[in-house]
């Protein structure tokens, strides 16, 4: 089975794939977890899932918005500050997009959705690469810090036209961008940065639209037949955030059910 170790920071940790990594990270083993969301309530309901499932796991509640910049550098202080250092960072914080066709958008549409799903990417990334400058590299194929971003699929295809989603996809791709331009800055330094890509993900960022019967065309138009899960991405981020994949810096790895291809 993989193994981790060591401490890991995540956003969106409340919900979702964020939620979902934080349990699987404890179950590989990583023992110390600064869990990073809005909601306090969310955030103590991930710690109760995981003191159940990994009672040897410390967690660390941290409820702050990743578009506040002094409010992530202060998170990544708070978890330093108990943790020593942070050997993985995960950034899964991100809202969905309201289908809306660009010449019907106003600027507010736009920008809230860039502000989080990617200036949020990048301040969280900022303040966590400060920090994983400043540790020592683990050990032979373990670096001082490895970042694990959440792209998307729509972060290296467009949407179909039937679902205008610009802002969202944009942001996507900007977040693919960050991952390539700073995997190849930081590799020299002993920092490995990937992204992954994932395909629709049952979570409750899309559960209103499947309720709706919104997603029923997109799920046949999915080559396996149906959504993604949860467990299946936050294995795929372990994989990233392991030795095992020691040689990947930049990449966007896809996990669609072959939706993309
Ligand atoms: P989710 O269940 O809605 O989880 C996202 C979490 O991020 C929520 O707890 C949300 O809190 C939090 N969040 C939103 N804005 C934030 C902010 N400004 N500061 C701190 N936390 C914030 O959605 P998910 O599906 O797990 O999405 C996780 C990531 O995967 C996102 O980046 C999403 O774009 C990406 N993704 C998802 C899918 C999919 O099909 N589900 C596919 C591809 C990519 P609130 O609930 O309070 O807003």
Same mark, same amino acid.
Request: a negative charge; proline letters at 12%; charged letters at 20%.
């Given at each position: 089975m993989l193994r981790l170790s060591g401490s890991a920071f995540i956003t969106g940790a409340g919900s979702g794939i964020g939620r979902g990594v934080a349990r699987a990270f404890a179950r590989y083993g990583v023992n110390r977890l600064a869990l990073l969301d809005q909601k306090p309530d969310a955030l103590r309901e991930t710690c109760q899932q995981i003191q159940r499932e990994s009672p040897q796991t410390k967690t660390e509640i941290i409820p702050a918005d990743v578009c506040n910049e002094a409010s992530i550098q202060r998170a990544v202080s708070q978890a330093t500050n108990l943790? +020593?250092?942070? +050997?993985y960072g995960v950034n899964c914080a991100g809202i969905g997009p309201s289908p809306k066709m660009t010449h019907e958008m106003t600027l507010e549409d736009w920008q809230r959705v860039i502000d989080v799903n990617l200036t949020g990417v990048w301040i969280c990334q900022k303040h966590l690469l400060r920090q994983m400058l400043n540790q020592e590299h683990r050990s032979n194929r373990e670096e001082r810090g490895v970042i694990i971003n959440i792209a998307s699929m729509y972060g290296l295809v467009s949407a179909p036209?039937?679902?205008?989603?610009a802002p969202y996809t944009a942001s996507k791709h900007g977040v693919m961008g960050l991952t390539k331009m700073d995997a190849k800055a930081y590799a020299k330094r002993g920092i490995r940065i990937n992204a992954i890509c994932p395909g629709?993900?049952?979570?409750?960022?899309i559960s209103g639209a499947i309720q709706s019967g919104l997603m029923d065309e997109e799920f046949e138009r999915t080559p396996v037949g149906r959504a993604g899960t949860v467990e299946e991405i936050a294995d795929s981020i372990a994989f990233l955030a392991s030795p095992l994949s020691s040689f990947m810096h930049g990449t966007g790895l896809t996990i669609d059910g072959a939706y993309s291809i």
């Open positions: 943790f +020593d250092r942070i +050997d036209g039937s679902m205008p989603i629709y993900i049952v979570t409750p960022l």
